[in-house]
């Protein structure tokens, strides 16, 4: 079956433009996490979807950050007025339930560069 | 403020050998933890976990030791195979949250 996919897989954009990045979870996952990995870092919690609600948005960097979810499946991060300091992956996972007991399937990432 | 530490950036090991992936933690209240596997390009992928009611777990090549006292674990391979050369990352949870706290990886080479 299809695992999770995003699009675009590579972005480039100016500074202080907005852009929206697209998370596909493998279908009947109702969890979905977007994570971010800056160079040399670690992976970074940013928001995880139980459903269409968002029930932890703490690993948001700022207002800039906002993802919204529908229909319990696709899901889009849009920062706006991006910075430089955005420039990094932006992964995406589902699970097919919440819960730390349930593995987390990782899309292969939107690489964003801000210049 | 590291809560998941992965003190080595790299290591390299000759095929057939033990590779040993070391991570350290100062979260006390993790109790659930994870290793992934990351090639070039692609998203990681889920490897092996194990509960802090657990000191070891085994799957096939690849076990995973805790040490609680110490807020260590380890993932150990063996045989180590060409094919598992990767970055490994070791992540870890609260009990409730489904926050994911990753270490900054450790780039594996199996040498042939």
């Known amino acids: 079956g299809a695992g999770v996919s995003q699009s675009p897989s590579n972005k480039v954009t100016e500074k202080g433009k907005d852009v929206e990045l697209r998370c596909d979870p493998i279908?009947?996952?109702?969890?979905l996490y977007w994570y971010r990995q800056s160079l040399g870092q670690g992976l970074e919690f940013l928001i995880y979807?139980?459903?269409?609600?968002?029930?932890?948005k703490s690993g948001l960097p700022s207002d800039r950050f906002s993802a919204e979810r529908t229909g319990g499946s696709v899901s889009t991060l849009t920062i706006q007025r991006t910075q430089q300091e955005d420039s990094a992956v932006y992964l995406c996972?589902?699970?097919?339930?919440?819960?730390?007991?349930?593995?987390?399937?990782f899309g292969p990432g939107t690489r964003l560069t801000v210049t | 403020d590291q809560q998941v530490k992965q003190n080595s950036p790299s290591l390299s090991v000759q095929e057939g050998r033990i590779s040993i992936l070391n991570c350290d933690y100062t979260?006390?209240?993790?109790?659930?933890f994870l290793w992934y596997k990351k090639y070039p390009a692609e998203g990681p992928t889920f490897l092996i976990s194990?509960?802090?009611?657990?000191d070891k777990n085994e799957d096939g090549r690849f076990t995973v030791f805790l040490n609680k006292s110490a807020k260590h674990l380890s993932l150990h391979i063996v045989p180590s195979q060409p094919g598992d050369s990767a970055v490994y990352f070791c992540?870890?949870?609260?009990?409730?949250?489904?926050?994911?706290?990753f270490g900054k990886g450790t780039k594996l080479t199996v040498n042939p």
């Open positions: 996972a589902s699970s097919l339930s919440p819960g730390s007991s349930y593995e987390q399937y």
């Open positions: 279908s009947g996952h109702t969890a």
């Open positions: 979807f139980q459903g269409n609600s968002a029930p932890d």
């Open positions: 979260n006390s209240m993790f109790d659930y």
């Open positions: 194990i509960s802090s009611i657990k």
């Open positions: 992540a870890a949870s609260v009990g409730g949250s489904e926050k994911l706290v």
